[in-house]
Each structure stands twice: as structure tokens, then as C-alpha cells.
């Protein structure tokens, strides 16, 4: 079987900021900050 990786980092990244709109003033977001050579990444920090 192949396995189809889905791109949905840029979805959730935008549900986030809609979710904490109210506090956007105090929030600093750093996009897709990758932890390791590929294989660990946070969406949102």
C-alpha cells in the first residue's frame, strides 16, 4: 500500500489563529517550528 501523507499544517495553523482571535495582540505564532532533521515537527508554537 502507499501511504498518502496529507498536508493539513496550514489548516490547523489557521483554525488556531481564529480560535485565539480575541487574544491576537498578546500571541506571537512561529510557523511549523521543525524539532529534529524532518521526522519531528510542531505545528504551532
Known amino acids: 500500500m502507499n501511504e498518502i501523507k496529507v498536508q493539513w499544517h496550514s489548516g ?6 481564529l480560535e485565539l482571535y480575541e487574544n491576537r495582540k498578546h500571541l506571537v ?5 521543525n524539532l529534529n532533521t ?3 515537527e510542531i505545528d504551532l508554537l
Open 38 to 40: 524532518k521526522l519531528l
Open 12 to 17: 490547523f495553523v489557521t483554525a488556531v489563529g
Open 29 to 33: 505564532y512561529e510557523k511549523e517550528y
